[in-house]
């Protein structure tokens, strides 16, 4: 059973409820999707649910396609981003296929419900100097925790992978005399990602000095742990890089997603291919790891403007 089903009652049909739990349970056992996206896909249905009852919808037997079109409109109206509205239809559309999977509807009344454009944003990144300011900003002797928080950051920069993905790194997936890490990415997907001989060493200097005063349980095979020898939650990767931008002064929205879009500009920037760096990100489609090309072409445009003498 999942273990985010609602406690209360969802605003919304009477029948709600009861599918809601039926369909988180269906997302976890039958299609393997990652926890993040259960959630997320629970929170778009809960504002679904609350538009029809606003509708007055009474049984989702009863659900069409009009009660979706004006979810999608009630939600731009809201100013959710056009991402948001777009992972918010991909949740009502496989809860339609749900409810035809479990005989409450007869036919999917979603599929003929147009995706909305999604804005493409260019990813922000930091420049090398900003970069290095974040990573030396752990201090010894002010944090008791530096040689971790220092081997979290460096670990970021050097392989592009996910904060939830840091995460859930286990002591063993780091092969040292390889300098490769394995990381499970979204579906549990596995890739091998080659790491910089400086993270490789700041690993070692956290595994050796640090890591035994946190967790001395040889049965913990997280490779960060907590204070308390727990393993490391994703939304503590948030926090720790939040901690350190700040004291690092660096401007804009900086997060632990921001070092994976700095690795993926300097490979392209330094002549990687395409095919090489959507691998090492784990991009199931390649029009997804282009968005990086169209980054440094417009930082090469900045640099033409600053300095060529007609701009």
Not at 160 to 182: H, P
């Amino acid at each position: 059973m999942s273990h985010f089903a609602p406690n209360q009652p969802c605003c919304g049909p009477r029948d709600a409820d009861l599918h809601l739990r039926g369909f988180l349970d269906y997302l976890q056992a039958e299609c393997g999707l990652a926890l993040n996206t259960r959630k997320a896909y629970r929170r778009d249905l809960a504002r679904f649910f609350a538009c029809l009852a606003c509708g007055g919808a009474d049984d989702l037997k009863d659900l069409a396609a009009r009660d979706i079109e004006h979810f999608l409109i009630q939600s731009k109206a809201d100013g959710l981003a056009v991402s948001s509205i777009v992972r918010a239809l991909a949740a009502v559309r496989m809860f339609c296929r749900y409810l035809v999977l479990v005989r409450v509807l007869e036919r999917d009344v979603s599929d003929t419900i147009d995706t909305p454009k999604k804005w493409r944003h260019l990813p922000s990144v930091l420049d090398d100097p900003g970069v290095r300011q974040l990573i030396a900003a752990p201090d010894d002797g002010l944090d008791g925790l530096a040689l971790r928080d220092r081997a979290m950051l460096l670990l970021l920069y050097a392989t592009g992978m996910r904060a939830g993905e840091l995460s859930g790194l286990k002591i063993n997936d780091l092969n040292y005399n390889l300098g490769v890490v394995r990381v499970f990415g979204k579906g549990s997907k596995e890739r091998i990602v080659p790491v910089a001989n400086e993270a490789i060493q700041a690993v070692r200097d956290y595994i050796s000095r640090l890591r035994p005063t946190l967790s001395n349980d040889p049965r913990q095979q997280a490779l960060f742990v907590s204070k308390s020898g727990q393993v490391l939650p994703r939304e503590d990767v948030f926090r720790i890089v939040r901690k350190y931008v700040a004291r690092a002064a660096l401007r804009g929205n900086v997060t632990p997603h921001t070092l994976r879009h700095c690795f993926a500009t300097q490979l392209l920037s330094h002549g990687a291919d395409l095919r090489s760096v959507q691998e090492m990100l784990g991009h199931a489609d390649i029009a997804t790891t282009q968005i990086y090309t169209h980054v440094d072409a417009a930082r090469l445009k900045s640099i033409h403007k600053q300095f060529h003498p007609r701009p």
